[in-house]
């Protein structure tokens, strides 16, 4: 078990941040300890808060002196526990919320450039207010901070057209475990200057570094939203359908998410303010969104009339445009809560895979096969980011299996077995175990499994470089 932190480093601790700037108390620190998904509990001596980016330097520094362990911390929404300490007590969270200043919005020049404890929605709102776009959605934007976006190189909803969060990174200010600045915070399109390192840090989720700052690309505030439901029939239906679509409207296409009928009725079933968006059921919905500039008319004519050929042709079952700002939200309201309608429907056992879009409906068919063997009961809650080839393929209880109840850990004891079951399928058919949600704690030894041995062999030398006592996020990403 790794030392405590001694009386005298932590009272370093607590003079390097001053005043108001750590929390220790049993009740301050708790919510520090739980992952989102309540996978893991932690526990540490002492939460740093810095306000600054010098006060993060001196944490840093303190930390590298007595070997201690930072375990960063942003909104706490990782899926894979990469934000909570480990049970030893020998580590100290780094939390990064009141490193929050919006730092310059360049309009002219497209850029944002902030600390990175800002969250998501406050980033969105700051580019919105100089009439310009963040274009990173995701559910949990309310609480994701910019520094666990980027350490996570998180996805969401708009990856379609602008890519996932290190595609929207231009500048980066990252403190290093021996408590130097890495200051590469430019505002460039062009910058051809030897090893990109910045790179490194975008998905490193916070083991090599602590990202402070960044620069980040905006877009230009769409000036209008075209928002469908289709009724498919099935994922196969769907992928083809977003073909069909993109040839029409090219880089318009900004979103194309899944949503099957259990997904529905689980959200149906366990929220209130969920749409029935069509008089019967059907197989499966594709949210489909374009964006537009203002001064583009009748796309959403244009749109309509190929869903209505579409629909004619048999190709879709039904479909719907939203025709008011609320009805669009209703739709993605829909889609959104897919995620809490299932936890809702008891403890689940998650994947979050992606696959070569020409491979996805034959992934879901061979997967619900394999499955059929495994956990004939399960109920597969298969949706999400088609468009991205990005699939949560996740599995809840049979229904009426009560929280807490034997059945429920039956069902939970299948995990290991289900999931080397998708990810072995995920893996012949050139996919990723782990498309946007990181590898955190969850998912090392998935990591170890699939990874290419000379990746990994980078993975572990590049650690050794930047961190050599090991001390940023212990155990995530790679094994101590
Ligand atoms: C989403 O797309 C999130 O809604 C959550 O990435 C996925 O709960 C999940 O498995
Ligand atoms: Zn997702």
């Avoid at 706490?76 to 480990?86: F, I, L, R």
């Avoid at 379609?160 to 505002?187: I, T």
């Avoid at 309608?341 to 619900?368: C, M, N, Y």
Wanted: glycine share 12%; charged share 20%.
């Amino acid at each position: 078990m790794a030392a405590q932190p001694s009386t005298a480093a932590l009272a370093a601790l607590k003079d390097a941040l001053g005043p108001g700037g750590w929390l220790e108390s049993a009740a301050d620190v708790e919510p520090f300890l739980t992952d989102f998904r309540r996978l893991y509990h932690g526990t540490t001596a002492l939460v740093a808060r810095p306000a600054t980016v010098a006060q993060v330097v001196r944490v840093v520094a303190v930390c590298a002196r007595e070997r201690l362990g930072i375990v960063p911390h942003g909104g706490n929404t990782s899926y894979c526990g990469g934000a909570t300490p480990d049970a030893s007590g020998a580590e100290i969270v780094l939390s990064l919320a009141r490193l929050n200043r919006v730092r310059d919005v360049d309009a002219g020049g497209f850029t944002l450039s902030l600390d990175a404890g800002c969250t998501l929605a406050a980033a969105q709102a700051a580019a919105r207010a100089a009439n310009r776009r963040l274009p990173l959605s995701l559910g949990s934007e309310g609480s994701a901070q910019i520094g666990g976006t980027l350490s996570t190189n998180a996805g969401g909803t708009a990856v379609l057209r602008f890519g996932m969060m290190r595609e929207l990174v231009l500048g980066l200010e990252v403190v290093l475990p021996d408590g130097r600045v890495l200051d590469q915070l430019k505002s460039l399109r062009k910058d051809n200057t030897g090893y990109d390192v910045k790179q490194l840090f975008l998905g490193a989720e916070g083991t090599l570094g602590v990202i402070t700052g960044a620069c980040l690309k905006l877009s230009a505030a769409p000036g209008d939203y075209v928002t469908a439901l289709a009724a498919v029939g099935g994922i196969g239906e769907a992928v083809a359908l977003l073909g069909r679509i993109r040839d029409a409207f090219g880089d318009a296409v900004e979103g194309f998410e899944y949503v099957p009928r259990i997904a529905h009725e689980l959200a149906l079933a366990g929220l209130p303010g969920i749409v029935r968006p069509f008089d019967r059921p059907h197989p499966a919905f594709a949210l489909i969104e374009l964006a537009v500039p203002g001064a583009e008319p009748g796309v959403g004519d244009r749109f309509g009339e190929l869903l209505g050929a579409e629909a004619t042709a048999g190709r879709i079952r039904d479909a719907v445009v939203a025709r008011s700002g609320p009805q669009r939200d209703s739709l993605w309201y829909l889609r959104e809560h897919v995620p809490e309608a299932q936890t809702r429907a008891g403890a689940s056992i998650k994947h979050d895979v992606s696959l070569p879009l020409a491979r996805l409906a034959e992934f879901v068919a061979r997967a619900e096969q394999v499955l059929a063997g495994i956990a004939p009961a399960a109920r597969i809650v298969g949706y999400g980011h088609v468009g991205d080839g990005n699939l949560h393929f996740n599995l809840s209880p049979p229904a009426g299996v009560l929280r807490g109840s034997a059945a429920e850990r039956e069902f939970l004891a299948l995990a290991p077995q289900v999931n080397r079951a998708v990810h072995d399928l995920v893996a012949e058919l050139g996919g990723s175990f782990s498309a946007e949600h990181g590898i955190g704690r969850l998912k090392v030894a998935e990591l170890e499994r699939y990874e290419d041995p000379v990746a990994l062999d980078l993975m572990r030398r590049i650690k050794v470089a930047f961190d050599p006592h090991g001390i940023m996020n212990p155990g995530k990403v790679l094994r101590r």
